[in-house]
């Protein structure tokens, strides 16, 4: 089984502040997906990166894929109450269809 | 517009009962999944299906039953309910290159 681990868990901090969320790996990704959940519904799917360096953005977040595809990390520049939820990155490649999905991390931006 | 669907939102029923939680989707995907997660916490997959007449239990073991008799709809079956079972259950349908679009939820408490 492989392991996907997000860090950190739980991020606390003040509109305006910058943030990064890990999520690392032993093993090698065909792509990797961050997603971003509110309460009581379902996770939004923000972006999908393949190819290994790969950067994208997304307004003020900024995602990347590491070199070797095992890791991937999603920055916030100036942070918003808005941008309060639970960040899940899901991995996928290696089980046919299926995603390996981190534990989390719980943002919450206050005003 | 395509999307995914689930019904009801929210339920609340006895210990014993059978229940159905509905999923639908009109984005034509092949594969579909049902999740289990706790509020705040990790996503736990619990069946999942690659087309018609196709389905595998998750990861996480669980006492519900799925039937994939059209490619849209994907419905799971508690035969019967017990407090154990009190989650939200999340359905998913999947692309070829593995981004998971969600539904709502339903919000499943027994008592």
């Known amino acids: 089984t492989q392991l996907l681990e997000q860090s950190p868990q739980f991020l606390s901090i003040q509109e305006g502040e910058n943030l990064t969320v890990y999520c690392n790996s032993s093993?090698?990704?065909?792509?990797l997906q961050w997603y971003r959940q509110e309460p009581g519904e379902g996770p939004v799917l923000l972006v999908t990166?393949?190819?290994?360096?790969e950067v994208k953005k997304l307004k003020r977040l900024t995602f990347q894929f590491g070199d070797a595809r095992k890791d991937s990390s999603l920055h916030i520049t100036a942070a918003q109450p808005g941008d309060t939820g639970l960040y899940l990155c899901g991995a996928g490649g290696t089980s046919y269809g299926k995603l390996t999905f981190g534990q989390g991390t719980i943002l919450t931006v206050h005003p | 517009e395509a999307d995914i669907y689930q019904t009801p939102r929210y339920l609340v029923i006895g210990t014993g009962k059978k229940i159905t939680l509905e999923c639908s989707q009109t984005?034509?995907?092949?594969?579909m999944y049902w999740y289990q997660q706790d509020p705040g916490m990790e996503l736990h997959l619990i069946h999942y299906s690659y087309g018609v007449n196709s389905t595998e239990k998750g990861d996480l073991s669980s006492e519900s039953t799925v039937s994939r008799i059209r490619t849209e709809h994907f419905p799971l079956t508690l035969e019967s309910a017990r407090p154990s079972h009190t989650s939200q259950y999340l359905c998913?349908?999947?692309?070829?290159?593995?981004?998971?679009?969600f539904g709502p939820g339903t919000r499943l408490t027994v008592t």
């Open positions: 990166v393949v190819t290994g360096g």
């Open positions: 984005m034509g995907h092949d594969k």
């Open positions: 998913a349908s999947g692309t070829v290159f593995d981004e998971q679009y």
């Open positions: 093993s090698v990704f065909s792509s």
